[in-house]
């Protein structure tokens, strides 16, 4: 159990809706990121947020948005969707500073399947 | 732009000896590598790192070696076990504005047979 708790695990919806992905960091850790994995792909950097700031982007769509509370914990919006938004998306969290020097600490992912 | 590349999407080794995984990188900037492993239904989890200041890093059955020059690293597993039947993620970070993120390769799919 890494103290990441990503909710739902799985997600069925419909091509043009929209969903939130929820993400609670380990006790403590005020950095939050997220990555998409589409199927037999590497984990796609989305975004990274440090306490409530957001502090690098990556290849997120204009359609994606998140965000991170007071009280740490983030949620990641996906509007419009498509069928290629079909995959997994994971949460991590890390403790310090914000810049990558250690591990992440990734929660079980939520699998989102777009019909 | 696939900065962090794993060619083998599988490796199949033996139970009890040595799986050697590879990652290559194209980011000069890139200065602290990681392993993760992840197994199904469960998230990433963290290995090995290694920083761009060593070239090789040790930890119990699990080493990683980094080529600079070759841009190039290596996770040594000695002996392989079948719990290490996983996939195993490349990553790396580094320059001013990457240092906020890590770049993943896509990953090799371990099975280690009895």
């Known amino acids: 159990d890494s103290g990441v708790t990503q909710t739902p695990k799985h997600l069925i919806t419909a091509t043009g809706q929209r969903v939130t992905l929820r993400c609670s960091p380990r006790?403590?850790?005020?950095?939050v990121y997220w990555y998409q994995q589409s199927l037999d792909q590497g984990l796609q950097f989305l975004i990274h947020?440090?306490?409530?700031?957001?502090?690098a982007k990556g290849n997120i769509l204009e359609r994606f948005s998140a965000q991170q509370f007071p009280d740490l914990h983030s949620e990641l919006n996906l509007s419009s969707l498509e069928l290629g938004d079909s995959a997994l998306y994971f949460c991590?969290?890390?403790?310090?500073?914000?810049?990558?020097?250690?591990?992440?600490?990734f929660g079980e992912g939520s699998r989102l399947t777009v019909l | 732009d696939q900065q962090v590349k794993q060619n083998s999407p599988s490796l199949s080794v033996q139970e009890g000896r040595i799986s050697i995984l590879n990652c290559d990188y194209t980011?000069?900037?890139?200065?602290?590598f990681l392993w993760y492993k992840k197994y199904p239904a469960e998230g990433p989890t963290f290995l090995i790192s290694?920083?761009?200041?060593?070239d090789k890093n040790e930890d119990g059955r699990f080493t990683v070696f980094l080529n600079k020059s070759a841009k190039h690293l290596s996770l040594h597993i000695v002996p392989s076990q079948p719990g290490d039947s996983a996939v195993y993620f490349c990553?790396?970070?580094?320059?001013?504005?990457?240092?906020?993120?890590?770049?993943f390769g896509q990953g090799t799919r371990l099975t280690i047979n009895p």
């Open positions: 991590a969290s890390k403790s310090g500073t914000g810049g990558i020097g250690g591990e992440l600490f």
């Open positions: 006790s403590g850790d005020l950095s």
């Open positions: 947020y440090y306490n409530g700031e957001e502090r």
């Open positions: 980011n000069s900037m890139f200065d602290y």
């Open positions: 290694i920083s761009s200041i060593k």
């Open positions: 990553a790396a970070s580094g320059g001013i504005q990457g240092a906020q993120k890590l770049v």
